[in-house]
């Protein structure tokens, strides 16, 4: 029996019934998983070092997928609004 970290997310979506396959909401969360890559490759490649970002392009990229999906989208701009507030103290020498 293949494993959910052997497949690609449409894999995963063309054939988990068919196969029996487990989800795995601990290393591969349903709303983590759609289209080619899952959130954390993206959120790894473009900010690998800026946990403010990641946790902007997290709620961001999930938010469709979730039942409340303003929710998401007012965390991320909680996250974005932070980020913002720390550029400009670093700007003005804070």
Same mark, same amino acid.
Request: charge should be negative.
């Given at each position: 029996?293949k494993?959910l970290?052997?497949?690609t ?13 487990v989800?795995?909401?601990v290393?591969?969360?349903? /709303?983590?998983? /759609?289209?080619?890559w ?9 900010f ?8 902007? $392009?997290k709620?961001i990229?999930r938010?469709? /997928?979730?039942?409340?999906?303003v929710?998401?989208l007012e965390?991320a701009?909680?996250?974005l ?6 550029l400009?103290e670093?700007q003005? $020498?804070?």
């Open positions: 029996m494993k970290n052997d497949v997310p449409a894999e995963w979506d063309a054939t988990a019934e068919t196969e029996g396959w989800p795995d909401p290393n591969h969360p349903s /709303h983590y998983t /759609h289209g080619k899952e959130a954390i490759e993206v959120l790894e490649e473009f690998p070092t800026d946990p403010l970002l990641w946790q902007v $392009g709620y990229l938010h469709e /997928h979730k039942q409340n999906s929710q998401d965390k701009a909680w996250y609004d932070r980020k913002i507030n720390k400009k670093q003005n $020498g804070k």
